[in-house]
């Protein structure tokens, strides 16, 4: 049991120097090292995506910059330091992160709990009602005490429910980001279409899902126009 133990001590110890190494190579100003240090993390940790957005952005590479604080931001949404710096690489190709008509407390509460956290409570929510049903059910005593809770539940499941619908729909949710020095937005699928505007490295457009060959379909909502990119310009978040 000792020996496990200390095996287990030196297995954190270790992830924790791994996890200090690119911190150090970051602050020398070696953010090409510091970033493939950070590439070999795993990107389901946002605080990886999001030191890998600064080693990116501090090698002018905004595009990808953006795209890693977006992947950072749909995971921990709440996190003011992504949020911020999301929010800063995004005003310098002149769009917002924040609509322009709606508060920014609202617009944080609105991104408080990320997709998936949205989907867990409302999983948990709605598992909790069935268990209270089956008591009831079972036991009709258990129906004066629990009567109660379970509008409170059923109107709180509804909420996220609701709110878990609009936020899959949301363009966070379906957003794209230009990669490369610039795209050019067609009004079809092919190089001959006409060019409709062209988007700067690191702007967000809307995808719809639609594809055709080398291009996919997207739309600038702030601008209520939608066109095609090619997809050697775009990467999907």
């Not at 005003?91 to 609202?106: E, F, Y």
């Not at 709990?113 to 209270?132: G, N, P, Q």
């Not at 089956?134 to 036991?139: A, G, N």
Request: glycine share 6%; proline share 4%.
């Amino acid at each position: 049991m000792k020996k496990i133990s200390l095996l287990c001590l030196l297995l954190g110890a270790s992830v924790c120097a791994g996890a200090v190494e690119p911190a150090k190579l970051y602050k020398k100003g070696d953010f090409e090292g510091a970033l493939a240090e950070y590439r070999k993390m795993s990107e389901q940790n946002p605080y990886v995506l999001y030191n890998t957005a600064n080693c990116y952005y501090k090698l002018g590479k905004r595009g990808l910059a953006t795209l890693y604080y977006l992947k950072a931001f749909k995971i921990l949404p709440r996190n003011s330091d992504i949020r911020q710096n999301l929010s800063f690489v995004l005003m310098q190709t002149g769009q917002s992160l924040v609509p322009k008509d709606m508060p920014q407390i609202v617009h944080i509460v609105y991104f408080f709990f990320s997709i998936y956290e949205i989907k867990a409570i409302s999983y948990l929510l709605f598992w909790t009602l069935a268990a209270m049903l089956s008591l009831i059910f079972l036991k009709k005593s258990f129906k004066k005490p629990f009567l109660k809770p379970l509008i409170y539940l059923f109107f709180l499941l509804l909420i996220f429910v609701a709110w878990g619908i609009s936020r899959s729909a949301s363009f966070i949710e379906n957003a794209g980001v230009v990669t490369e020095n610039s795209a050019s937005l067609l009004s079809g699928p092919g190089d001959n279409f006409k060019v409709y505007s062209e988007l700067p490295e690191g702007y967000l457009v809307e995808l719809t899902g639609e594809e055709a060959d080398d291009f996919l379909e997207a739309g600038i909502p702030q601008k209520q126009i939608k066109g095609w990119i090619k997809k050697s310009e775009i990467r999907k978040i």
